[in-house]
């Protein structure tokens, strides 16, 4: 019966032909697999051959067949396979010895350009040089990308990689050749690039790569400072006629904010709250404040943080205990009795700062039990007894109540590796102190700009929706008319820019920032802002399942939210259960820890019981 050698999806094929109608064959293979040919793709035609053995012999005939040799003896006219072949071999060709030359020209592109079925032409010279060197250019890049993978597989950080993991992990080139190294050496590892880059040294772990990529993302020219001129010097303000004191955290170092308290004849008292005033020490055209614009805000995160402003400028307005420091300041007038406010005053002057109040020995002063005895032991007693009075008529005057909250804050803290949770109560007496009183100037401050006209940054809330906006309008959800950030001015450009504008109103100048200026910077702040929450989240989450191994903690109540979503009693931890039949937010169960993946700050949870 008759065989054939036909092409078929761009391989050489060969079969016995079963059958033959008008422009197509039935053809079986050696294997007995039957396939319709077109007449079109029939390249060769013989018999008596085993075609099991034939394309193996083909193969084995091609391969010392020289593609350069057979260039320069096929001429430049348009041929036939087996012409070639014929002419090569000086007779007439075996069908195994026509299918080697078929191969040897179909391997070879380069030198011969394919114009029909079974026809080739060669390639002009100058063709044939350029694509010849392009084949040498690309042998060597393959070379050189198979050498670099090579040391990534074994641990080692090639040169021209390790100047580029940035880059090769964040916005790589994906036709560069130190990608096609990291690429080859990760799939040859089976695991991603960043952790083959971590085998090979160019990351310090997960945290290293969550911390680079932020940076790469968010500050592209480092998170250091340029070197700057000194800061000018405030011309000289009022000094304030009572020392004040401040309320935080004891790692906060860009303290803001400040009060005082002093008690005038008829029981009347007078209330400051004096924020720091980074504004009177730098221009809004100075290289400083194109930093804070650029930046926006500190970043905060466990182990670390990004400040806004330089150190620098940090020392020289923060309200640090033992100094006088300039503010803005606002005083409000209150009757002792009804704690009622009387009368509200801004001023620009020099606060003398007692104290600085830290949160963790004020929770064991000012707290529960203390407020329903009437009394505070210890420095500042009487006054912070005051201020948490009045921070509760401001609270019920805005219409929200006095429900306690048994949500718990949580601080994350890493020293040399080790993690440190401490937990602590929302909405102690020490919180409504702080928070009312910094709603009560923000929203004050924010009427004032709006009434006098002046262009601000409002941070707007209708529903469920809060927005940074230049229009001013109500905060429902802290049910007052207007609330514009100003209380920050050293953590948040927003607040900075306000303070100008307020700082601007108070010396009768024109506003320093127009409206359109201040409308991009809350477009800005606001991406920025997201951002930066986000980043602080996968760090928090990261230290949360670092500190599950540390403790070898296997299990743990949870709360359901909702789904198979549980918060994690005692951790600032939500995970996904597995297995978590329907249960109403609110409800506790147990949940089962398993694999701990820490570059994809995930772990297996399940249910494990009520």
């Known amino acids: 019966m008759t065989q054939v ?35 079109a793709a029939i390249l060769l035609r013989f018999d008596g051959q085993s075609l099991a053995a034939f394309m193996p012999e083909a193969q084995r005939l091609s391969e010392p067949l020289d593609p350069q040799f057979l260039w320069e003896v096929s001429g430049s006219d348009e041929f036939s396979f087996d012409a070639l072949a014929r002419e090569y071999f000086g007779r007439a060709p075996t069908p195994q010895e026509s299918a080697a ?43 050189r990308i198979d050498a670099w993978s090579a040391e990534l597989a074994a641990g080692r950080l090639p040169e021209a990689i390790g100047e580029r993991v940035d880059a090769l992990l964040f916005k790589p080139d994906k036709m560069s050749l130190e990608w096609k190294a990291l690429d080859q050496a990760a799939h040859g590892r089976g695991m991603s690039p960043q952790r083959v880059l971590a085998l090979a040294g160019a990351l310090a772990g997960p945290e290293d790569y969550f911390m680079r990529r932020f940076r790469f993302e968010r500050f592209p020219n480092g998170t250091g400072f340029p070197a700057l001129e000194a800061l000018a010097e405030p011309p000289p303000l009022p ?59 500190t970043v905060y995160f466990p182990g670390g943080k990004i400040t806004m402003l330089p150190e620098p400028a940090v020392e020289r307005s923060t309200l640090a205990q ?5 503010a803005l300041s606002l005083y409000l007038d209150v009757d002792g009795a009804s704690l009622e406010v009387l ?33 505070v032991a210890g420095p500042h007693g009487e006054d912070l007894f005051t201020l948490w009075r009045l921070a509760r008529a401001l609270k019920a005057l805005r219409g929200a109540g006095e429900e306690r909250s048994d949500r718990l804050d949580y601080t994350i803290r890493v020293a040399e590796g080790r993690v440190a949770i401490e937990p602590r109560r929302r909405g102690t007496p020490v919180d409504m102190v702080v928070s009312e009183l910094m709603i009560y100037v923000n929203s004050t401050w924010g009427k004032w700009l709006a009434q006098h006209g002046a262009p601000a940054i409002y941070r707007n809330q209708k529903g469920t929706r809060t927005r940074m906006e230049v229009d001013p309008a109500a905060h429902e959800w802290l049910g007052v008319s207007h609330y514009a950030w100003t209380s920050s001015p050293l953590r948040r450009y927003c607040d900075l820019a306000n303070q100008r504008q307020l700082a601007a109103l108070l010396r009768e100048e024109p506003p320093p920032y127009t409206r359109d200026e201040l409308a991009a910077a809350a477009r800005d702040f606001e991406d920025a802002y997201d951002a930066y929450a986000e980043h602080q989240r996968l760090l928090e989450r990261y230290w949360c399942l670092r500190y599950l191994m540390q403790e070898a903690i296997e299990s743990a109540d949870a709360v359901v939210i909702r789904d198979e979503l549980v918060r994690i009693e005692g951790l600032p931890l939500v995970c996904r259960a597995i297995g978590l039949p329907a249960a109403s937010a609110g409800e506790k169960v147990r949940v089962a820890f398993g694999e701990i993946d820490l570059w994809e700050a995930n772990v297996l949870c399940r249910y494990a019981g009520k």
């Open 5 to 39: 050698l036909f092409e078929e999806d761009g391989a050489f094929r060969v079969g016995t032909i079963l059958s033959e109608a008008g422009a197509s064959l039935q053809v079986e293979a050696a294997h007995g697999k039957r396939s319709k040919v077109k007449a």
């Open 101 to 143: 030359v078929a191969l040897a020209l179909h391997a070879n592109p380069m030198y011969f350009y394919k114009r029909g079925k079974g026809r080739y032409q060669a390639a002009p010279e100058a063709n044939l040089k350029a694509a010849l060197a392009g084949h040498e250019k690309r042998r060597m890049q393959q070379e």
């Open 239 to 297: 000094s304030a006629s009572a020392p004040a004191f401040s309320i935080d955290d004891a790692d906060t170092t860009e303290i803001d904010d400040a009060f005082s308290v002093e008690r005038a004849e008829g029981g009347r008292l007078r209330i400051g709250i004096h924020i720091a005033a980074p504004a009177l020490f730098f221009g809004r055209g100075e290289p400083l404040e194109a930093i804070a614009r650029e930046r926006l805000s």
């Open 322 to 326: 033992g100094r006088s420091v300039p």
């Open 343 to 375: 009368h509200t005053e801004s001023r620009l002057e020099s606060v003398r700062i007692e104290s600085n109040l830290r949160l963790a020995e004020l929770d064991t002063r000012l707290n529960d039990e203390a407020v329903a005895a009437g009394f």
